[in-house]
């Protein structure tokens, strides 16, 4: 149950619940949607930007707990980088959640996302997490789709 | 060889023991195996099998003269004699080993169908199709202008056989259905399924995939042209499935694949064909799983397929009970009859978190699209939980998985 509490914090419960910046973001410059095929969850982000900032993001879909707060995290996280430095973001969230050694994790630094660490420990669900992660990278990058 | 002795009352603890997967923990809590519509456990008979021929009989089919090729020869050919046994196929060169089921029905795709296909032609299928029963007529279908239709299912997930049979129609050239559904342990109208089709000349192949492992098949009394399943779901091994067809029709169809032992007589700019099976059996074969899927028919005949459908059944009706006592969920499919497979929703909570907590403890169930989207689509949902029994299933697990489940509710209400 220890694992399970770490998976399904209070914080990921309450982004779950009432997710920040669901919904269609109309105008926006460009979307992609995130698709796992194994599962069939689909989530598609929105980004508007000012000049080169990503000036508002926003997600809608179909998606369990976890993809669903990874989704609404990641809408306020990215908000006023340039592209640079959101692909930079997307990279080092996707590697928290990834990479082999334990992460330091600093709230000051990680705030929300902390909470997502959680799922380190349940390996059939990292793709779950970085879902919108990658789809946001898509989207960034004018691809308008991305297959996890 | 292992043998085991069945009690005559039907004695779940006895019949567990015979699988020794069931002893294994997952973490920390006893396996609770409900995913057997994704795959079945192996009886140690099925273990010993496969092992016996590795240790004791292990040789090359079909190729040397040696004892241990000739006898392997024989032990190969005899599986399949026991398997059409079981399965009342009449003749044993009509059952064909094939990966699984998934592999028989590409088989029937290319070679039964595609040459017979033409523009505007269709090929009919149902919205409760496993993928499986699907892409591989949409492959041979693109190439040739063709179309996949599907008959459509009723809110309670049986298929409406008014418009089964209307779908029916001049250009249909196959129809291809499964005997249960995977996802709704629907029990289809197969017997007039198949008459309807027959009545117009159209070929009929059944997807046994899901019924194989719950009663007895007789693939002559269905009257179907060809009937396929996987072993892995039959407590077979995997690597290995049958495509039953009938004779003149699989002996008018060209080879699958190219190779060694399907041929007759080969020249470098032409070579003949040998008749079935081998001619669909290019290439070494899965030898030792074969004698695994016989000694798995041999098995469960000798549970018994009448103890094998009580305790199945038994079990269902505990956790379709217990899931309507539940408030929020909601049951897919038919209420009865159904074979021993319930899929469901929990309200507000995504099938995949149910899976993760069940997993916690020791719950194994399936969580997804179950391989059946367009059957999702027409229940409009993305996914859905499902829990598939077996006969080693016992009403305390069914209790150990209604627990867990409404311990996930309570952690998201
Ligand atoms: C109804 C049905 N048909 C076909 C298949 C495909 O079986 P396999 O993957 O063993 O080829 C499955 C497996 O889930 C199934 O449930």
Same mark, same amino acid.
């Given at each position: ?87 930079? $973001? ?59 | ?94 059952? /064909? ?100 089709? $027959?009545?117009?000349? /159209?070929? /009929? ?81 899965? /030898? ?38 539940? $408030? ?77 489940? $409404? ?7």
């Amino acid at each position: 149950m220890d694992d399970l509490n770490d998976l399904y914090q209070d914080i990921i419960l309450s982004h779950n619940k009432r997710p920040k910046n669901e919904g269609i973001l109309e105008p926006c410059d460009c979307q992609a949607e995130g698709y796992n095929p194994l599962c069939g969850d689909r989530i598609t982000v929105y980004v508007r930007q000012n000049e080169s900032l990503l000036e508002k993001v926003q997600f809608l879909g179909e998606g369990c707990a976890i993809s669903r707060a990874s989704a609404s995290m990641m809408t306020s996280q990215v908000v006023g980088l340039d592209q640079e430095a959101a692909e930079a $973001k997307i990279a080092e969230v996707v590697a928290l959640l990834l990479q082999e050694e334990e992460p330091e994790v600093d709230l000051a630094v990680h705030g929300d996302l902390a909470a997502l660490l959680g799922v380190r420990k349940f390996p059939a669900r990292i793709k779950c997490a970085t879902l919108a992660w990658h789809a946001l990278g898509a989207a960034l990058r004018g691809e308008g789709k991305h297959e996890a | 060889m292992h043998t085991t002795s069945i009690p005559t009352a039907f004695d779940v603890t006895a019949v567990r023991s015979d699988f020794p997967i069931l002893d294994r923990e997952v973490h920390g809590k006893p396996l609770v195996y409900l995913d057997n519509a994704a795959t079945a456990q192996k009886p140690q008979a099925v273990i010993d099998a496969v092992s016996h021929f590795y240790a004791h009989e292990n040789a090359n089919i079909h190729r040397g003269v040696h004892t241990l090729s000739v006898e392997a020869t024989q032990r190969y050919d005899a599986a399949r004699a026991r398997i059409a046994q079981a399965i009342g196929a009449p003749e044993a060169r009509e059952v /064909i080993f094939v990966r699984g089921a998934t592999e028989a029905i590409n088989l029937v795709a290319q070679c039964f169908l595609k040459d017979q296909l033409a523009p505007g032609d269709e090929i009919l299928v149902t919205q409760m199709e496993h993928h499986a029963n699907i892409v591989p007529w949409q492959l041979v279908a693109r190439e040739k202008g063709a179309t996949v239709r599907a008959a459509p299912i009723s809110d309670a997930g049986e298929i409406d056989l008014a418009a089964y049979e209307s779908a029916l129609n001049k250009r249909t050239r196959m129809v291809a259905f499964g005997h249960i559904s995977n996802v709704l342990g629907t029990i289809n109208p197969v017997a007039e399924m198949v008459r309807l089709a $027959k009545a117009r000349g /159209i070929p /009929i192949l059944i997807d046994g995939a899901q019924a194989v492992p719950h009663g007895p098949v007789n693939v002559a009394a269905l009257e179907c042209d060809f009937y396929t399943f996987s072993g892995h779901k039959v407590f077979g091994p995997d690597g290995i499935g049958v495509l039953y067809g009938k004779a003149d029709l699989l002996n008018a169809m060209p080879p699958y694949q190219g190779g060694g032992d399907m041929i007759e007589r080969v020249r470098i700019d032409e070579s003949t064909y040998r008749s079935i099976p081998e001619r669909f059996e290019a290439g070494t074969p899965n /030898i030792s799983a074969a004698l695994g899927l016989a000694a798995a028919f041999d098995y469960l005949e000798s549970v018994g397929w009448e103890a094998i459908h009580t305790q199945e059944q038994a079990v269902l009706q505990a956790a379709m009970s217990g899931l309507h006592d539940m $408030k929020g969920v909601t049951v897919y499919g038919p209420q009865a009859p159904r074979a021993a497979v319930v899929s469901f929703a929990l309200q507000g909570v995504h099938p995949h978190d149910i899976g993760t907590f069940l997993d916690q403890d020791g719950v194994a169930i399936r969580v997804g699209h179950h391989c059946a989207q367009p059957l999702m689509d027409r229940l409009g949902v993305p996914a859905t939980t499902r829990a598939s029994f077996a006969f080693y299933n016992t009403a305390e697990e069914v209790e150990v998985f209604l627990r867990s489940l $409404k311990k996930v509710q309570g952690f998201f209400s």
